[in-house]
């Protein structure tokens, strides 16, 4: 299969990925095809403005994250961070509290990392 990969593909892909979407939940959700979502990931196709911006909402992110991930990718970040709950200390289990927390840790970092290697670490 064709592709033609490049920094807004992978970011439209890790949006969706972030916000938890198979490629046919995406296309539900905005009203865009599942084919085209496909294609603009592989970078195949170009998006217009609506596309884009039933995309971004779809995704949960401004179309200002999807065009220009560079400036905004640590707010997003940053966002999707706050949504998680921290886990509540137990003191009868203090090891397994610390656990929950440095798994959380673990994947703020790994988010952290992946948009970096989108962005191409420029903000």
Do not use: C
């Not at 046919?24 to 170009?46: D, F, H, M, P, T």
């Amino acid at each position: 299969m064709r592709s033609n990969r490049n920094a807004f593909s992978d970011r439209l892909h890790a949006l969706r990925e972030a916000a938890g979407l198979s490629q046919a939940e995406a296309a539900a959700a905005s009203g865009v095809s599942k084919v085209s979502i496909g294609q603009l990931e592989r970078g195949l196709n170009s998006p217009t403005v609506r596309t884009l911006q039933r995309l971004a909402q779809a995704y949960g992110v401004p179309v200002s994250v999807i065009l220009d991930g560079e400036v905004y990718a640590l707010r997003y970040a940053l966002k999707l961070i706050a949504k998680h709950e921290w886990p509540e200390y137990d003191e009868s289990q203090p090891a397994l509290s610390a656990l929950k927390v440095a798994e959380l840790l673990t994947r703020i970092q790994k988010y952290a990392a992946e948009m970096v290697a989108i962005t191409g670490g420029t903000e």
